[in-house]
Protein backbone atom coordinates (compact mmCIF):
# COMPACT_ATOMS: atom_id res chain seq x y z
CA UNK A 1 0.00 0.00 0.00
CA UNK A 2 2.73 2.20 0.72
CA UNK A 3 4.74 1.48 -2.03
CA UNK A 4 1.93 1.99 -3.84
CA UNK A 5 1.01 5.91 -3.15
CA UNK A 6 5.02 6.58 -3.21
CA UNK A 7 4.91 4.93 -7.42
CA UNK A 8 2.06 7.30 -8.24
CA UNK A 9 3.19 9.95 -6.39
CA UNK A 10 6.92 9.71 -7.86
CA UNK A 11 5.42 9.18 -11.58
CA UNK A 12 3.43 11.93 -11.34
CA UNK A 13 6.27 14.03 -10.37
CA UNK A 14 8.46 12.73 -12.62
CA UNK A 15 6.51 13.03 -15.41
CA UNK A 16 5.44 16.04 -14.68
CA UNK A 17 9.19 17.64 -14.45
CA UNK A 18 10.11 15.63 -18.20
CA UNK A 19 6.86 17.07 -19.80
CA UNK A 20 8.34 20.18 -18.81
CA UNK A 21 12.02 19.47 -19.90
CA UNK A 22 11.41 18.19 -23.85
CA UNK A 23 9.92 21.26 -24.52
CA UNK A 24 12.67 23.38 -25.55
CA UNK A 25 14.92 20.69 -26.91
CA UNK A 26 11.61 19.25 -29.13
CA UNK A 27 11.14 23.25 -30.57
CA UNK A 28 14.72 23.29 -31.04
CA UNK A 29 14.93 20.67 -33.29
CA UNK A 30 11.56 21.32 -34.69
CA UNK A 31 9.51 18.38 -33.45
CA UNK A 32 6.18 20.14 -33.42
CA UNK A 33 2.74 20.10 -34.84
CA UNK A 34 1.26 22.99 -35.63
CA UNK A 35 -2.34 22.86 -33.23
CA UNK A 36 -4.72 26.62 -34.77
CA UNK A 37 -1.86 28.01 -35.85
CA UNK A 38 0.54 27.38 -33.08
CA UNK A 39 3.77 24.87 -32.92
CA UNK A 40 2.94 22.11 -30.00
CA UNK A 41 5.95 20.01 -28.92
CA UNK A 42 5.65 16.31 -29.74
CA UNK A 43 7.81 14.60 -27.23
CA UNK A 44 5.19 14.41 -24.51
CA UNK A 45 5.32 10.91 -24.97
CA UNK A 46 8.54 10.15 -24.63
CA UNK A 47 8.74 12.03 -21.11
CA UNK A 48 5.48 9.92 -20.49
CA UNK A 49 7.20 6.38 -21.63
CA UNK A 50 10.32 7.07 -19.59
CA UNK A 51 8.52 8.23 -15.93
CA UNK A 52 5.35 5.55 -16.48
CA UNK A 53 8.04 2.88 -17.22
CA UNK A 54 10.86 3.91 -15.34
CA UNK A 55 8.98 3.86 -12.12
CA UNK A 56 6.93 0.80 -12.73
CA UNK A 57 10.62 -1.59 -14.08
CA UNK A 58 11.88 0.17 -10.37
CA UNK A 59 9.51 -1.31 -8.62
CA UNK A 60 9.92 -4.62 -10.15
CA UNK A 61 13.98 -3.91 -9.87
CA UNK A 62 13.53 -3.42 -6.24
CA UNK A 63 11.38 -6.20 -5.52
CA UNK A 64 8.81 -3.58 -3.68
CA UNK A 65 6.24 -4.09 -6.64
CA UNK A 66 6.67 -6.97 -8.68
CA UNK A 67 4.80 -6.76 -12.05
CA UNK A 68 4.70 -10.32 -12.84
CA UNK A 69 5.40 -12.37 -16.41
CA UNK A 70 1.82 -10.85 -17.52
CA UNK A 71 2.47 -6.99 -16.98
CA UNK A 72 6.16 -7.23 -17.62
CA UNK A 73 5.56 -8.49 -21.15
CA UNK A 74 2.65 -5.13 -21.74
CA UNK A 75 5.14 -3.02 -20.11
CA UNK A 76 7.79 -4.59 -22.50
CA UNK A 77 5.41 -4.31 -25.60
CA UNK A 78 4.28 -0.92 -24.58
CA UNK A 79 7.39 0.70 -24.71
CA UNK A 80 7.95 -1.16 -28.11
CA UNK A 81 4.83 0.24 -29.47
CA UNK A 82 5.91 3.81 -27.90
CA UNK A 83 9.30 3.53 -29.85
CA UNK A 84 7.41 2.55 -32.77
CA UNK A 85 5.26 5.71 -32.16
CA UNK A 86 8.46 7.76 -31.82
CA UNK A 87 9.75 7.43 -35.53
CA UNK A 88 6.15 8.42 -36.82
CA UNK A 89 6.77 11.48 -35.07
CA UNK A 90 10.42 12.07 -36.31
CA UNK A 91 10.25 10.92 -39.91
CA UNK A 92 6.56 9.94 -40.31
CA UNK A 93 5.71 6.18 -40.93
CA UNK A 94 2.66 4.82 -42.81
CA UNK A 95 -0.45 3.06 -41.50
CA UNK A 96 1.23 -0.50 -42.58
CA UNK A 97 4.18 -0.69 -40.62
CA UNK A 98 2.06 0.47 -37.56
CA UNK A 99 -0.90 -1.70 -38.06
CA UNK A 100 2.09 -4.75 -38.11
CA UNK A 101 3.72 -3.61 -35.30
CA UNK A 102 0.79 -2.86 -33.40
CA UNK A 103 -0.27 -6.17 -34.36
CA UNK A 104 2.95 -8.38 -33.41
CA UNK A 105 2.95 -6.53 -29.88
CA UNK A 106 -0.22 -7.81 -29.27
CA UNK A 107 0.16 -11.14 -30.04
CA UNK A 108 3.41 -11.19 -27.47
CA UNK A 109 0.97 -10.20 -24.75
CA UNK A 110 -2.39 -11.74 -25.19
CA UNK A 111 -2.95 -15.31 -22.76
CA UNK A 112 -3.52 -17.88 -25.03
CA UNK A 113 -3.79 -20.20 -22.33
CA UNK A 114 -7.24 -18.75 -20.97
CA UNK A 115 -8.61 -17.82 -24.22
CA UNK A 116 -7.24 -20.18 -27.08
CA UNK A 117 -5.32 -19.82 -29.93
CA UNK A 118 -8.93 -18.76 -31.94
CA UNK A 119 -9.74 -15.82 -28.84
CA UNK A 120 -5.89 -14.96 -29.39
CA UNK A 121 -6.42 -14.21 -32.62
CA UNK A 122 -9.53 -12.38 -31.65
CA UNK A 123 -8.02 -10.49 -28.83
CA UNK A 124 -5.06 -9.64 -31.13
CA UNK A 125 -7.60 -7.69 -33.42
CA UNK A 126 -9.42 -5.89 -31.06
CA UNK A 127 -6.58 -4.60 -29.46
CA UNK A 128 -5.12 -3.04 -32.74
CA UNK A 129 -8.80 -1.31 -33.43
CA UNK A 130 -8.62 0.05 -29.78
CA UNK A 131 -5.10 1.12 -29.57
CA UNK A 132 -6.10 3.13 -33.06
CA UNK A 133 -9.01 4.46 -31.52
CA UNK A 134 -7.46 5.65 -28.33
CA UNK A 135 -4.54 6.90 -30.84
CA UNK A 136 -7.30 9.33 -32.38
CA UNK A 137 -7.86 10.70 -29.38
CA UNK A 138 -4.47 11.83 -28.46
CA UNK A 139 -4.71 14.53 -31.09
CA UNK A 140 -7.43 17.69 -29.59
CA UNK A 141 -5.81 19.26 -26.61
CA UNK A 142 -5.81 17.14 -23.43
CA UNK A 143 -8.65 14.74 -24.38
CA UNK A 144 -6.78 11.46 -24.23
CA UNK A 145 -4.94 12.62 -21.02
CA UNK A 146 -8.23 12.77 -18.86
CA UNK A 147 -9.60 9.14 -20.85
CA UNK A 148 -6.19 7.80 -20.27
CA UNK A 149 -6.61 8.16 -16.60
CA UNK A 150 -9.93 7.69 -16.23
CA UNK A 151 -9.72 4.03 -17.82
CA UNK A 152 -6.49 3.22 -16.17
CA UNK A 153 -8.12 3.90 -13.17
CA UNK A 154 -10.86 1.52 -14.15
CA UNK A 155 -9.03 -0.91 -14.99
CA UNK A 156 -6.59 -1.03 -11.83
CA UNK A 157 -9.85 -1.52 -9.79
CA UNK A 158 -10.84 -4.85 -12.21
CA UNK A 159 -7.42 -5.94 -12.04
CA UNK A 160 -7.12 -5.35 -8.44
CA UNK A 161 -10.29 -7.81 -7.71
CA UNK A 162 -8.60 -10.66 -10.11
CA UNK A 163 -5.72 -10.36 -7.76
CA UNK A 164 -3.65 -8.98 -10.95
CA UNK A 165 -1.27 -6.85 -8.73
CA UNK A 166 1.84 -6.22 -10.80
CA UNK A 167 -1.01 -5.34 -13.64
CA UNK A 168 -3.14 -2.95 -11.11
CA UNK A 169 0.12 -1.08 -9.43
CA UNK A 170 1.09 -0.75 -13.82
CA UNK A 171 -2.47 0.38 -14.28
CA UNK A 172 -2.00 3.05 -11.22
CA UNK A 173 1.50 4.31 -12.21
CA UNK A 174 -0.01 5.26 -15.65
CA UNK A 175 -2.88 6.91 -14.39
CA UNK A 176 -0.45 9.05 -12.17
CA UNK A 177 2.02 9.29 -14.81
CA UNK A 178 -0.95 10.85 -17.26
CA UNK A 179 -2.09 13.16 -14.71
CA UNK A 180 1.32 14.58 -14.20
CA UNK A 181 1.20 14.89 -18.17
CA UNK A 182 -2.14 16.55 -18.22
CA UNK A 183 -0.28 19.67 -16.29
CA UNK A 184 1.43 20.53 -19.90
CA UNK A 185 -1.30 19.51 -21.65
CA UNK A 186 -4.02 20.84 -20.40
CA UNK A 187 -5.67 23.31 -22.93
CA UNK A 188 -4.03 25.47 -24.69
CA UNK A 189 -1.32 22.43 -24.46
CA UNK A 190 2.46 23.35 -24.05
CA UNK A 191 3.39 19.60 -25.02
CA UNK A 192 1.64 16.80 -27.09
CA UNK A 193 1.58 13.34 -26.72
CA UNK A 194 2.39 12.62 -30.33
CA UNK A 195 2.33 9.05 -31.57
CA UNK A 196 4.68 7.78 -29.04
CA UNK A 197 2.53 8.94 -26.21
CA UNK A 198 -0.58 7.71 -27.79
CA UNK A 199 0.18 4.37 -28.79
CA UNK A 200 1.86 3.83 -25.61
CA UNK A 201 -0.94 4.45 -23.70
CA UNK A 202 -3.50 2.99 -26.01
CA UNK A 203 -1.40 -0.45 -26.11
CA UNK A 204 -1.14 -0.35 -22.23
CA UNK A 205 -4.94 -0.49 -21.83
CA UNK A 206 -5.77 -2.26 -24.53
CA UNK A 207 -3.65 -5.14 -23.90
CA UNK A 208 -4.59 -4.70 -19.95
CA UNK A 209 -8.39 -5.02 -20.57
CA UNK A 210 -7.32 -8.32 -22.64
CA UNK A 211 -5.29 -9.66 -19.87
CA UNK A 212 -8.06 -8.77 -16.88
CA UNK A 213 -10.53 -10.25 -18.89
CA UNK A 214 -8.84 -13.39 -19.89
CA UNK A 215 -9.07 -14.25 -16.25
CA UNK A 216 -12.85 -13.01 -15.52
CA UNK A 217 -14.05 -14.91 -17.82
CA UNK A 218 -14.29 -17.99 -15.50
CA UNK A 219 -16.23 -15.74 -13.64
CA UNK A 220 -19.55 -15.16 -15.71
CA UNK A 221 -17.94 -11.59 -16.88
CA UNK A 222 -18.43 -11.17 -20.93
CA UNK A 223 -17.17 -9.11 -23.18
CA UNK A 224 -19.39 -6.51 -22.03
CA UNK A 225 -17.34 -5.27 -19.37
CA UNK A 226 -13.87 -4.83 -22.01
CA UNK A 227 -16.74 -2.62 -24.27
CA UNK A 228 -18.12 -0.77 -21.72
CA UNK A 229 -14.31 0.57 -20.28
CA UNK A 230 -13.06 1.68 -23.65
CA UNK A 231 -16.31 2.40 -25.03
CA UNK A 232 -15.25 6.20 -25.96
CA UNK A 233 -12.57 4.74 -27.69
CA UNK A 234 -14.41 2.27 -29.54
CA UNK A 235 -17.08 4.69 -30.49
CA UNK A 236 -14.94 7.15 -31.60
CA UNK A 237 -12.83 4.84 -33.94
CA UNK A 238 -16.37 3.64 -35.66
CA UNK A 239 -17.74 6.94 -36.13
CA UNK A 240 -14.65 7.44 -37.91
CA UNK A 241 -14.53 4.91 -40.10
CA UNK A 242 -18.12 5.10 -40.78
CA UNK A 243 -17.98 9.37 -41.78
CA UNK A 244 -14.63 8.22 -43.79
CA UNK A 245 -16.76 5.36 -45.88
CA UNK A 246 -19.84 7.16 -46.36
CA UNK A 247 -17.82 10.25 -47.53
CA UNK A 248 -15.86 8.18 -50.10
CA UNK A 249 -12.75 8.82 -48.40
CA UNK A 250 -9.44 6.40 -47.34
CA UNK A 251 -9.76 4.83 -44.12
CA UNK A 252 -6.16 5.53 -42.97
CA UNK A 253 -6.46 9.07 -44.01
CA UNK A 254 -6.41 11.44 -41.20
CA UNK A 255 -8.22 14.23 -40.67
CA UNK A 256 -10.17 16.52 -38.35
CA UNK A 257 -13.14 14.10 -38.34
CA UNK A 258 -13.00 12.60 -34.69
CA UNK A 259 -15.33 12.95 -31.62
CA UNK A 260 -13.27 16.44 -30.27
CA UNK A 261 -13.06 18.17 -33.56
CA UNK A 262 -16.55 17.38 -33.98
CA UNK A 263 -17.98 18.94 -30.91
CA UNK A 264 -15.87 21.85 -31.68
CA UNK A 265 -17.53 22.33 -34.73
CA UNK A 266 -20.77 22.68 -32.54
CA UNK A 267 -19.53 25.30 -30.66
CA UNK A 268 -17.61 23.84 -27.50
CA UNK A 269 -14.42 25.33 -26.34
CA UNK A 270 -11.22 23.28 -25.57
CA UNK A 271 -12.30 23.00 -22.34
CA UNK A 272 -15.69 21.88 -23.36
CA UNK A 273 -14.37 19.03 -25.03
CA UNK A 274 -12.37 17.79 -22.68
CA UNK A 275 -15.09 17.65 -19.81
CA UNK A 276 -17.77 16.49 -22.17
CA UNK A 277 -15.26 13.87 -23.68
CA UNK A 278 -14.07 12.95 -19.66
CA UNK A 279 -18.07 12.52 -18.80
CA UNK A 280 -18.42 9.89 -21.12
CA UNK A 281 -15.68 7.97 -20.51
CA UNK A 282 -16.18 8.11 -16.47
CA UNK A 283 -19.99 6.93 -17.23
CA UNK A 284 -19.15 4.10 -19.74
CA UNK A 285 -15.95 2.95 -16.97
CA UNK A 286 -18.43 3.50 -13.94
CA UNK A 287 -20.46 0.72 -15.84
CA UNK A 288 -17.71 -1.27 -16.95
CA UNK A 289 -16.36 -2.01 -13.64
CA UNK A 290 -19.79 -2.38 -11.76
CA UNK A 291 -20.18 -5.13 -14.17
CA UNK A 292 -17.17 -6.60 -13.60
CA UNK A 293 -17.50 -6.22 -9.82
CA UNK A 294 -21.26 -8.18 -10.26
CA UNK A 295 -22.52 -4.99 -8.80
CA UNK A 296 -24.66 -5.05 -12.07
CA UNK A 297 -25.81 -7.42 -14.53
CA UNK A 298 -24.19 -7.79 -17.93
CA UNK A 299 -27.27 -6.34 -19.33
CA UNK A 300 -25.94 -2.64 -18.04
CA UNK A 301 -23.99 -3.03 -20.55
CA UNK A 302 -26.71 -2.46 -23.40
CA UNK A 303 -27.03 1.22 -21.62
CA UNK A 304 -23.68 2.46 -23.08
CA UNK A 305 -24.10 0.28 -26.13
CA UNK A 306 -27.18 2.58 -26.77
CA UNK A 307 -25.16 5.74 -25.23
CA UNK A 308 -22.49 4.61 -28.36
CA UNK A 309 -24.98 4.12 -30.97
CA UNK A 310 -26.85 7.60 -30.54
CA UNK A 311 -23.41 9.17 -30.59
CA UNK A 312 -22.38 7.86 -33.83
CA UNK A 313 -25.45 8.51 -35.39
CA UNK A 314 -25.67 12.24 -34.07
CA UNK A 315 -22.29 13.12 -34.54
CA UNK A 316 -21.90 11.41 -37.95
CA UNK A 317 -24.72 14.56 -39.10
CA UNK A 318 -21.76 16.95 -38.25
CA UNK A 319 -20.15 18.40 -41.31
CA UNK A 320 -16.57 17.76 -41.44
CA UNK A 321 -15.85 16.89 -45.10
CA UNK A 322 -16.18 19.59 -47.89
CA UNK A 323 -17.28 23.00 -48.54
CA UNK A 324 -19.47 24.44 -45.13
CA UNK A 325 -17.52 22.26 -43.62
CA UNK A 326 -14.88 25.29 -41.88
CA UNK A 327 -17.85 27.58 -41.32
CA UNK A 328 -19.85 25.77 -38.78
CA UNK A 329 -21.35 27.90 -36.30
CA UNK A 330 -18.63 28.49 -33.21
CA UNK A 331 -15.47 26.77 -35.12
CA UNK A 332 -12.66 28.34 -36.36
CA UNK A 333 -11.01 27.35 -39.96
CA UNK A 334 -8.59 25.07 -39.05
CA UNK A 335 -5.56 26.43 -42.16
CA UNK A 336 -2.04 27.27 -41.95
CA UNK A 337 -1.38 30.68 -41.88
CA UNK A 338 -1.28 32.68 -45.11
CA UNK A 339 3.02 32.83 -46.18
CA UNK A 340 3.96 36.84 -46.55
CA UNK A 341 4.08 38.03 -50.69
CA UNK A 342 7.32 37.58 -51.94
CA UNK A 343 9.28 40.58 -52.70
CA UNK A 344 8.64 42.05 -56.33
CA UNK A 345 11.55 41.47 -58.78
CA UNK A 346 13.49 44.49 -59.84
CA UNK A 347 12.00 45.83 -62.59
CA UNK A 348 8.55 44.55 -62.53
CA UNK A 349 6.57 47.39 -61.50
CA UNK A 350 7.12 51.14 -62.85
CA UNK A 351 9.11 53.76 -60.99
CA UNK A 352 7.19 56.13 -58.72
CA UNK A 353 7.86 59.11 -61.06
CA UNK A 354 7.30 57.25 -64.11
CA UNK A 355 4.22 59.30 -65.61
CA UNK A 356 0.96 56.84 -65.56
CA UNK A 357 -0.28 54.91 -68.40
CA UNK A 358 -2.21 56.29 -71.34
CA UNK A 359 -5.63 56.10 -70.28
CA UNK A 360 -5.55 56.03 -66.64
CA UNK A 361 -7.52 58.10 -64.55
CA UNK A 362 -5.81 60.51 -62.22
CA UNK A 363 -7.76 59.70 -59.74
CA UNK A 364 -6.46 55.96 -59.69
CA UNK A 365 -3.00 55.17 -59.00
CA UNK A 366 -1.32 52.91 -61.49
CA UNK A 367 -0.87 49.33 -60.92
CA UNK A 368 2.13 48.72 -58.38
CA UNK A 369 2.02 52.18 -57.68
CA UNK A 370 2.83 53.51 -53.87
CA UNK A 371 -0.69 53.74 -51.99
CA UNK A 372 0.31 55.38 -49.38
CA UNK A 373 -1.56 58.38 -48.02
CA UNK A 374 -0.57 61.66 -48.34
CA UNK A 375 -0.02 64.36 -45.45
CA UNK A 376 -3.60 65.75 -46.43
CA UNK A 377 -5.39 62.60 -45.71
CA UNK A 378 -3.09 61.47 -42.56
CA UNK A 379 -4.39 65.06 -41.11
CA UNK A 380 -7.95 64.30 -41.96
CA UNK A 381 -7.24 60.80 -40.39
CA UNK A 382 -5.77 62.41 -37.13
CA UNK A 383 -8.37 65.10 -36.71
CA UNK A 384 -11.34 62.27 -37.47
CA UNK A 385 -9.44 60.22 -34.07
CA UNK A 386 -8.29 57.36 -35.99
Not at 128 to 156: C, E, I, M, Q
Not at 209 to 235: D, E, K
Not at 330 to 347: C, F, K, T
Request: proline fraction near 6%.
Amino acid sequence: MLYGILAAASALLVTAVLTAAVRVPAQRFGIVERRRMRPVPLLGGVALVCGVGGVAWLGEWSGAAPLGAEAGRLLLAGVAVGGLGLIGDLWGLPWVPRVVGVACAAAFVVPYEEVGVLGGVGAVAWIVFAVHGFKGLGRPDGVLGVVGVVTAFGLSVCAAAEVLDGLAALCSVLAAGLTGFLMQNWPPARVALGECGALFVGFLLAGGVVQVYAYAAGHGVGIGGPFALTATATADAVLVLLSRRLAGRRSWRSGPDHLPHRLRRLGLTPVGVVVVVGVCAVASVVVGVAVHMLWMTAGGVWWVVGAAVVVVAGMSRVRVYGLGASGARGARAMSRPRRPDPAPAAGRFPAADAPPPRGASAAAPAVGASRRPDAVALERRAQAGW
